[in-house]
């Protein structure tokens, strides 16, 4: 595709509920990140894919978020049980590879709100 | 963990004059990442660099890894510049990007 989509755009959820948000990266990116951004805070890194594998889930919150990549593909993260606290925008970026050296391309966000 | 800050927090300024935001981080890198948040969200990656200085348009970006410091500067700044800029750093040691808090620019007319 042209660039990184994410949607939904906005959700709106329930204390309690769960919701699941998803990411479509460029086509041919390997690498895929989550990041979240509470309102007046700086970008934190949730979790990172290579291909359908994602070494390393110490940056999720808690155990209630999950993620997971289907190929080098979309990508959802599902958080369980959602508190007033996990309101945030939550971005998705791709890159060519996981390289450090590579350009990510941000999506434009979802905006989750927990009522 | 790396410590990246940027300074300053807020900044405003009148079109046409040169800005320069500064960003700071703690530990070795990779690379050092200038981003640009527009109100609404979405961000716009503007330069990504390892070392010396990079140049497009009116905003340039540069790198002393030895101080571990990097300016980001805008020439002949106008209102539609106005914007969040982050730093972000990738390397020393962590998976994704370890982001500054951001700079919010106001370019008044």
């Known amino acids: 595709g042209a660039g990184v989509s994410q949607s939904p755009s906005n959700k709106v959820t329930e204390k309690g509920k769960d919701v699941e948000l998803r990411c479509d990266p460029i086509?041919?990116?390997?690498?895929l990140y989550w990041y979240r951004q509470r309102l007046g805070q700086g970008l934190e890194f949730l979790i990172y894919?290579?291909?359908?594998?994602?070494?390393?889930k110490s940056g999720l919150p808690s155990d209630r978020f999950s993620a997971e990549r289907t190929g080098e593909s979309v990508s959802t993260l599902t958080i369980q049980r959602t508190q007033q606290e996990d309101s945030a925008v939550y971005l998705c970026a791709s890159s060519l590879d996981v390289a450090e050296y590579n350009e990510q391309f941000f999506g434009p966000g979802t905006r989750l709100t927990v009522l | 963990k790396n410590e990246v800050e940027q300074s300053p927090q807020n900044l405003t300024a009148q079109e046409g004059e040169f800005i320069t935001i500064n960003c700071s981080y703690s530990v070795g890198i990779s690379a050092l990442h200038w981003l640009q948040q527009h109100p609404g969200g979405g961000i716009v990656s503007l330069f990504m660099l390892s070392s010396g200085k990079k140049k497009h348009g009116r905003l340039i970006a540069t790198i002393n890894i030895q101080e571990k410091h990097s300016s980001l500067h805008i020439t002949a700044s106008h209102p539609r510049d106005s914007a969040v800029y982050i730093c972000?750093?990738?390397?020393?040691?962590?998976?994704?990007?370890?982001f500054g808090k951001g700079t919010h620019l106001i370019i008044q007319p």
């Open positions: 086509s041919g990116h390997t690498a």
């Open positions: 972000a750093v990738s390397g020393g040691g962590a998976d994704g990007l370890t």
């Open positions: 894919f290579q291909g359908n594998s994602a070494p390393d």
